[in-house]
């Protein structure tokens, strides 16, 4: 039986933040994508660059330290402790994390209103 080429965000809400999730990527022998800490108004937004990097994450078939979203978007790739791989701001990147986060959700998706 063919594997589904579906993948799924998950989150779920913790004392820093919440915590997304990819699910599905692994049954392609690929780790799942993870962005932990994220302010709540961000959740819908990062749930959706979490959706593209998936889809460009699983297109290099590879383990890239950096990946290009739509529309020439920089993240770092960097492993974290449950083995999934989370999204940080490439390397010399100044600033904070949620600053850049929105900066990321604004650019890919300019019609968001944050």
Known sequence: MKKPD??????????????????GLIE??????????LP??????WARVL???ARVFAA????????TLPPDVPVRLW???????????PA????????WRRDVVLRMFPEARI
């Open 51 to 53: 959706g593209e990097a």
């Open 60 to 67: 290099s078939r590879d383990y890239p330290m950096e990946l």
């Open 6 to 23: 579906v993948v799924r965000i998950v989150g779920t809400e913790r004392p820093d933040g919440l915590a997304l999730r990819t699910t």
């Open 40 to 45: 709540p108004y961000l959740g819908q937004g």
């Open 28 to 37: 392609h022998g690929l780790p799942e994508l993870s962005a932990d800490g």
């Open 79 to 89: 492993p974290d402790q449950n083995g999934a791989i989370m999204l940080l701001p």
């Open 92 to 99: 010399g990147h100044e600033g904070g994390l949620d600053e």
